[in-house]
């Protein structure tokens, strides 16, 4: 019944965590950690928008591009008596 409400309320992902860490962790390797899941997901979401970008047939200077055009729409400033 235990592993049931587990299962329902973490993901895989953190289930296996939770197996591997079952002992408190020194500061320095617990930060370690955090890094190395830190890059994990930042070399997926890069590998994603890579991905996009293929798809799409975006280059550097379509992105450069977007970087520099402004789109917000100015709101309505009060005049000043």
């Known amino acids: ?3 049931d409400v ?3 309320r973490f993901s ?3 289930l296996e965590l939770l ?3 079952t002992e408190d962790v020194p500061v320095e390797e617990l930060q370690l950690i955090k890094d190395m899941l830190s890059a ?6 890069t590998a994603a928008a890579d991905e996009v970008a293929k798809q799409k047939g975006w280059t550097a200077a379509d992105f450069e591009r977007l970087l520099n055009t ?12």
């Open 1 to 3: 019944m235990e592993t």
């Open 6 to 8: 587990l299962k329902s």
């Open 12 to 14: 895989n992902v953190q």
């Open 19 to 21: 197996q591997l860490f």
């Open 40 to 45: 994990y997901r930042f070399e997926r979401a």
């Open 70 to 81: 402004h789109e917000r729409t100015p709101y309505p400033t009060k005049e000043k008596d």
